[in-house]
């Protein structure tokens, strides 16, 4: 698994857990709904660092609770 699906399953295992739309998720952060449907997507391949630190902010979760999850381990890399 790449990073950015990585990212892609945190942020829909998120919205499952809590309840929550792609559109509920943008309001919550901030951000606008294209941004993030175009890394649920896959469009981004590679989401700004900034853009997650929203997410993260927007869910009142540390980068740390938002990255400390099996998901992140034995990552393919993108380069």
């Known amino acids: 698994m790449t990073v950015s699906e990585a990212v892609v399953k945190k942020i829909l ?3 499952d857990e809590r ?3 792609i559109n509920k998720l943008s ?3 901030g951000i606008t709904q294209s941004t993030i449907d175009n890394i649920v997507n896959g ?4 989401p ?3 853009t997650i630190v929203r997410i993260c902010d927007g869910l009142g979760i540390t980068m740390h ?3 400390s999850d099996p998901l992140f381990l034995n ?3 993108e380069d």
């Open 27 to 29: 309001n919550i952060c």
């Open 13 to 15: 295992k998120i919205c």
């Open 75 to 77: 990552l393919d890399r």
């Open 19 to 21: 309840d929550i739309t």
């Open 43 to 46: 469009n981004s391949k590679n």
């Open 48 to 50: 700004k660092l900034l």
């Open 65 to 67: 609770e938002f990255f």
